[in-house]
């Protein structure tokens, strides 16, 4: 049977609200593609998840509503690509970073080649900090503020070597304000919880994984490849997925320089 999706799961996974899912459902260009013969209730499936990652794309180049319908319907692209960047040329704000995008659509290039490799993560012990950020943009500053919160709490606290770190987030649908979170990193032995701290042993997975170099709100095609993978090879996640951000704002100096780690935990469907 194929993987389907509820609506909340399905934000999650390619990283936009629920609102805007039933927005671009209202509009007609992404409908839930199952519905449930017997309750009615409506599913996404793992393919749409593209659909939704190139609608996204054509979002952030500015094309409208009605021009993302068209895109979709088969038209040819290059008329609406090149016209819109024509606009945007006038445009003051955001001009330079539009204009990019849109000469890699029209070129074919804007796609992130990802390779999936599937690794066997052994187990360990993590410490974590459990919270809410009011946005994506305080991410750094929740996570490098978290080792200090653990000593504060465990004076003999010790990080493993290989520094194995990451975030999952807690919220049933994707949420751009009050996000959930916890961010994990490992630890030679689990110490006594105290406020947002806590400590909590995994046991090995076997997980699918993809690097995403980029802004963060690119993630979602990295997420979409995963998926595609797991589609392909009747794989299905087991646990939730991972963000393992090697490097970012603390080391790097542009958003196109930042790398990130997808981990999805899978097993047999």
Not at 189 to 197: C, F, Q, V, W
Request: glycine content about 8%.
């Amino acid at each position: 049977m194929s993987m389907r999706y509820r609506i909340g799961e399905f934000s999650k996974l390619g990283k936009v609200s629920v609102k805007t899912l039933r927005y671009y459902d209202e509009e007609g260009i992404l409908r839930p593609g199952y519905v449930d013969g017997f309750n009615r209730y409506r599913y996404y499936l793992p393919e749409q998840l593209t659909t939704l990652c190139t609608i996204l794309r054509y979002r952030r180049a500015g094309l409208s509503i009605e021009e993302i319908k068209t895109l979709l319907s088969g038209a040819d692209p290059l008329p609406i690509l090149r016209g819109r960047r024509a606009e945007t040329e006038s445009e003051k704000d955001s001009a330079e970073r539009r204009m990019a995008l849109l000469d890699l659509m029209i070129e074919g290039d804007d796609h992130m080649d990802y390779e999936i490799e599937v690794k066997t993560i052994p187990g360990f012990i993590a410490a974590y900090r459990e919270g809410m950020i009011d946005s994506y943009s305080d991410m750094a500053g929740f996570v490098m503020g978290f080792a200090e919160m653990c000593r504060r709490s465990n004076p003999d606290v010790e990080f493993t070597e290989d520094d194995y770190c990451f975030v999952t987030y807690a919220d049933p649908e994707y949420r751009e304000r009050d996000i959930s979170l916890r961010y994990y990193q490992s630890v030679k032995k689990a110490g006594t919880p105290a406020g947002e701290i806590g400590f909590k042993e995994f046991g090995p997975v076997t997980a699918a994984c993809v690097k995403h170099r980029g802004p963060y709100d690119g993630l979602g095609e990295a997420y979409a490849a995963i998926m595609r993978w797991m589609s392909e090879n009747g794989m299905e996640l087991v646990e939730p997925p991972r963000e393992c951000y090697i490097d970012g704002c603390w080391n790097k100096g542009s958003e196109d320089e930042y790398l990130t780690e997808i981990q999805f935990p899978i097993g047999k469907a």
